[in-house]
């Protein structure tokens, strides 16, 4: 695994923020719009959580609650789980994997200066899909029966541009991303 990577080399710096008192559905717009998988919740300069697509799959549709009426607070994964940009690639994948989750907060100096997700690890070095693959036994020990691309998110590289995706499809024997299935398949 390429340890001498830094986190601060591939972290998205600068993540979308939004208010504990947002609704729901203004999170999932805002996710939808900057093609994120989650929003750091932040008041007073201050982070309190985040919040996931898969917060608001399981927390509020599933549930079948409002996501008009629902806040953020009230879905929110309120322990930020952070690392400092400092470490290496191969100490967020091991953090990723003991805590069980796909994205870590990068925190210097008391404050979220970034956000690094396991799509962002897998792009950097072929040989984190070990470190993917554990991710992998982890969810889907929680979750019976769950396909690889359930469990992941369907992260990973597109076949067609080489990009680095939360969201691959199948199509004709090739995972692409949202652009390239659309241009593909016209």
């Known amino acids: ?5 830094s986190i601060r080399e591939i972290m ?3 993540p979308v923020t939004s208010p504990p008192e947002a609704p729901v559905v203004d999170i999932a717009k805002t996710m ?5 998988g989650s929003v750091i919740i932040s008041s007073n300069g201050g982070e309190e959580g985040i919040v996931t697509e898969r ?13 008009s009426k629902t806040l953020a607070r009230d879905i929110m994964s309120s322990k ?6 400092e470490k290496s690639i191969t100490d967020a994948a091991k953090l990723m994997v003991k805590k069980g989750i ?7 100096e008391g404050k979220v200066v970034g956000i690094v997700t396991a799509s962002d690890i897998l792009a950097v070095s072929p040989k984190t899909i070990e470190v993917l693959r ?32 939360d969201n691959l499809t199948p199509s004709n024997g090739r995972y692409l991303c949202d652009d390239c299935r659309e241009e593909v398949e016209g």
Do not use: W
Request: glycine residues 12%.
């Open 80 to 85: 930020l789980v952070s690392i400092s940009p």
């Open 32 to 36: 939808f719009t900057n093609h994120i």
């Open 12 to 14: 998205t710096r600068h």
């Open 1 to 5: 695994m390429e340890t001498s990577v």
């Open 55 to 67: 917060d608001i799959c399981y927390k509020v549709v599933a549930q079948g609650r409002d996501p």
């Open 134 to 165: 554990e991710l992998y036994d982890i969810y889907s020990n929680e979750e019976p029966g769950a396909e690889p691309s359930d469990v992941m998110g369907g992260g990973g590289i597109c076949d067609e541009c080489g990009g680095v995706t």
């Open 102 to 108: 796909r994205r870590l907060a990068v925190v210097e």
